[in-house]
């Protein structure tokens, strides 16, 4: 079962390392597999996500998703997104981005590093208001309950997360705004850019929280009228409509899933920036990983039933937390990537760890009440 869910999955990930060895040596190989590790880690609750829908799905929707869905997710997000995120930052087309990154390293690496501010800032943005709509969100189930706990109670405040994730952004530029002032007013532009490119991420935030809400309306709106026809049908003995209405649920269903992929792919390829400027090994990594989302959203619908560590997701978001403050701090400061990588694994791994004990901790529970 599981070598066949996630055979492709196996198979890309060895010709991704062996191409990185080939391409970079071991760094580029331990780059690659950090990449790969932290997408899987920041999509997993994607995964799930996805798993909860597809299982509603026909076998024909479910086939759509799982390959048209699959193009889209991992050549389009994954390994054309980057390219334009490149390309638009530095003002260069597209097949010139692609041309320096593989013939003229050097003059890519000045030319991210020019627009690593704008990507830094937007990408920052994006990920901290994830993170800070994840935390202010009460949920039945608290990883960090000392922490998790106040912060619910101040997520019902209307608009905090905007709020907060704004006032980060000023005082960030306000920083480049005061080194401006020290060197003669170097920084002058960096801190116009930091502060427009924030403002962009965080709409483009909204605009994918707002698109993924209307969907979900939309699938909600379809599903009851698709049970009252159901009703309605048993008695009339006229069941034509229920099938029109059961293509259409579907159809927002596909939709649903389709933003979500995008947003949840976006976060990874911007936190790929802040491992790796290499958008060979940044789509290596990222390929692969999607290759195991893919596989396990399969693995999910097959075994019918959702995973039971249920603090991945929890571990997932404070890693999307992390790269968030850490893509701000490298506008100004230099981090070093593996490092910037490893944080999110080690909390992807804690929040693993704790998953596992409270496993234990609640069979153990249930063996004495037997008992």
Not at 118 to 147: P, Q
Request: aromatic residues 12%; negative net charge; contains cysteine.
């Amino acid at each position: 079962m599981v070598l066949k869910t996630f055979g492709w999955s196996f198979a890309v990930t060895a010709l991704g390392l062996v191409a990185a060895v080939f391409y970079g040596g071991w760094t580029a190989f331990g780059i690659v597999a950090i990449l790969s590790v932290l997408e899987i880690s920041l999509s997993f609750d994607n995964a799930v996500v996805n798993a909860g829908i597809l299982k509603k799905m026909n076998a024909f929707w479910q086939k759509i998703f799982l390959t048209v869905g699959v193009l889209i997710a991992v050549f389009g997000m994954r390994l054309v997104f980057p390219v334009v995120i490149v390309a638009i930052s530095a003002k260069i087309g597209p097949i010139e981005a692609v041309d320096l990154a593989l013939n003229d390293k050097d003059m890519y690496e000045q030319l991210v590093t020019d627009a690593h501010p704008s990507i830094a800032a937007f990408g920052g943005m994006f990920l901290l208001m994830i993170f800070l709509d994840f935390i202010f969100e009460d949920r039945d189930i608290k990883w960090l309950a000392w922490l998790e706990r106040p912060l619910a109670k101040l997520g019902k405040i209307d608009m905090l997360s905007a709020c907060i994730a704004l006032i980060v952004l000023v005082i960030t530029s306000m920083t480049f705004a005061a080194n401006a002032h020290q060197h003669g007013g170097v920084h002058v532009d960096k801190a116009q850019t930091v502060l427009v490119s924030g403002i962009l991420g965080l709409i483009t935030y909204m605009i994918v929280g707002g698109l993924s809400g209307y969907f979900e309306n939309k699938l909600e709106e379809e599903e009851e009228a698709e049970h009252e026809a159901e009703e309605e049908a048993k008695k009339t003995g006229k069941p034509v409509s229920v099938v029109a209405m059961a293509g259409k649920a579907a159809f927002f269903m596909f939709l649903y899933l389709e933003v979500l992929d995008a947003s949840f792919s976006f976060d990874g390829v911007i936190g790929a920036f802040a491992i790796t400027n290499d958008i060979v090994l940044m789509a290596l990594g990222l390929g692969i990983g999607a290759m195991y989302v893919r596989s396990l959203t399969v693995y999910l619908v097959r075994q019918g039933t959702l995973d039971d560590y249920v603090y991945l997701e929890h571990g997932a978001h404070y890693a999307i937390g992390a790269l968030a403050v850490l893509l701000l701090v490298t506008i100004q400061y230099e981090i070093n990537e593996v490092i910037t990588g490893l944080v999110g694994v080690v909390l992807i791994a804690w929040s693993f760890w704790s998953s596992v004990r409270r496993n234990k901790r609640l069979e153990l529970e249930g063996s004495a009440a037997e008992a």
